[in-house]
């Protein structure tokens, strides 16, 4: 039976966390890379359906071509982080379905054929996104994940072989630098935004 985690799992995970606007002078290893997924593609999505599809910019070419996507500030943002990566969502992920879903292989033609196909593609691909960031603190590292870029730009730039794929989000990937980072916004208590029935 699964445990409680401790308060100091639960603070680099949740209340202590961070999203991060700036980087120390750290490298990731690509070995963190790889621990990364091999966290994240464990959280659950439909039918197993693992619609996100990652690239990870390292290079100071893909870096430089990614920030010259974004707003002005996020590109700064980019330029400086060690790894960015882009999360993106396979519009025809039915097509993996045989092999990922072998108990109902066919289902996969009942994604295809709905008409929130795409809806339903947007949602997992955005929960493989929070693993991401999820799996991100677990190992040690700091995320922060941002809007503010040309999706468009962003899929013809690094999803033109793939063009089923579309960009979701990015994200800073490294060693968060706390003098990058404000004062915690608000986060409201329980009865603010919940209800009970």
Known sequence: ???????DALDQLFRTARSYNG??????????????WDLLKFGPTSANMLPARLIWCVSRD?????????TKANALKIQQAPVIVIIGTDMKFQDNIPWLFP?????????????????????NSSLQGAYFIMAVRALGLD????????NAAVDAEFFADAPNVKSNFISTL??????TISERLPRPDFDTFNTIV
């Open 1 to 7: 039976m699964s445990q409680p985690l401790s308060d």
């Open 23 to 36: 980087y120390l002078d750290k490298p990731v290893a690509a070995g963190q890379l790889h621990a990364i």
């Open 62 to 70: 893909a870096r430089e071509k990614l920030a010259a996507t974004a």
């Open 103 to 123: 108990p109902m292989p066919e289902i996969g033609e009942f994604f295809a054929g709905r008409p929130d196909h795409e809806v339903m593609a947007l949602r």
């Open 143 to 150: 995320a922060g994940p941002m809007s503010g870029f040309d």
């Open 174 to 179: 490294g060693y968060g630098d706390p003098s």
